[in-house]
């Protein structure tokens, strides 16, 4: 039969404080005139005890659940996306958090129950994560509940933490063209003409917005743009050797995300080219395998922990949120862009 839980009174008998002076440590009040020395000794003697707070008790008094759910749109199930949970795991904790995940795999009114299931455990504010930056729709929720996307885009002001994906492409754009990959540059995934389907989530839309800017800025244009969906590495190896047969010879090429670089690497060893002596790449999402490829892929990553650490700070801390959180995309500069003279 396991032992009788440890209270707030056996901590402060085994530290040989009072109860309030175990409240203001383990509660991280701030402001008190309790010495380090006193503070250490409550959290040595919580520690030996194997003290944990009543989260019934402390929501009472503070009238918080020490919990944040998280609607999940296959993000659970993504490549990717769990970079986003475990941010956000990790700053719950941080803050003494449990965090509650609900995944709704994109299951018609899943959402909604799983919004439900989380007011019934009143929880401090609900985040709604998508697997890829897109727009949709947030079922009806609790006035006061505060919400916060995270990886997407809702309407009522709803605040969002999105990737940077305008200033990220101008900057693994600009990378390129600074390395004097100014002409001969052809784009791969989609053209300004023709977006297609993937134009419409937001953060496609606005990493083509960045790469337009960055070449227009250079005074660059486009050998070739060639649109195409999915994104994957059978499109991308399709779409550069139907370039190069057709006869056009790039120096360099931008793809609008890895798995369409991994492709042209193919493609172009294929045709006895090199990469980066013959053409260079850039490319965005630091997939796992970039690392792999030879050379190495300069591409664009997500900030995807980053960004779930922050969407639990909106909603715990901001109490006059914006309307977007923009988190910066960190370029890995490889090897697959040469410096010409």
């Known amino acids: ?117 989380l007011t019934d455990r009143q929880v401090d504010g609900i985040i709604f994560a998508a697997s890829r930056p897109e727009e949709i729709e947030v079922p009806e929720h609790p006035k006061g509940t505060p919400i916060v996307m995270l990886n997407a885009v809702a309407g009522d002001g709803i605040p969002a933490v999105l990737p940077d994906e305008y200033k990220g492409a101008r900057k693994i754009v600009d990378l390129l063209l600074d390395a004097g990959h100014t002409q001969d540059v052809a784009i791969i995934g ?12 937001v953060g496609v839309r606005r990493r083509l917005e960045g790469i337009r800017a960055s070449l227009d800025a250079h005074g660059v244009i486009p050998i070739s743009q060639i649109p195409f969906e999915p994104w994957s590495l059978e499109t991308g190896y399709a779409a550069v050797r139907e370039l190069l047969d057709s006869g056009t010879r790039p120096r360099a090429l931008i793809c609008l995300n890895d798995r369409i670089a991994f ?50 700070r909106v909603i715990l801390e901001d109490t006059t949120p914006q309307h977007e959180y923009l988190v910066e995309m960190p370029i890995r500069v490889r090897g697959s862009v040469k410096f010409r003279t």
């Open 1 to 117: 039969m396991p032992g009788k839980r440890a209270t707030m009174a056996d901590v402060a008998e085994r530290a040989g404080v009072s109860k309030t002076a175990v409240s203001l440590v383990l509660n991280n009040r701030s402001g008190t005139r309790l010495s380090e020395d006193l503070a250490e000794r409550v959290r040595s003697a919580a520690a030996e005890l194997g003290y944990r707070p009543n989260l019934t008790a402390r929501s009472l008094t503070t009238h918080r659940s020490q919990i944040v759910g998280l609607v999940s749109r296959l993000v659970t199930a993504g490549r990717f996306g769990n970079g986003l949970i475990h941010g956000a795991l990790h700053e719950a904790k941080r803050q003494g958090h449990v965090l509650f995940i609900a995944e709704t795999a994109g299951e018609p009114g899943a959402a909604g129950e799983a919004v439900e299931a």
């Open 190 to 201: 989609a053209s300004y003409a023709q977006p297609g389907d993937m134009i419409l989530m």
């Open 263 to 312: 492709g042209a690497y193919r493609a172009l060893n294929e045709a006895g080219l090199s990469v980066p002596d013959d053409v260079s790449i850039v490319s965005f999402d630091d997939d796992d395998i970039a690392v792999y490829l030879e050379p190495k892929l300069t591409t664009a990553a997500f900030p995807y922990e980053q960004m779930g650490e922050m969407a639990v």
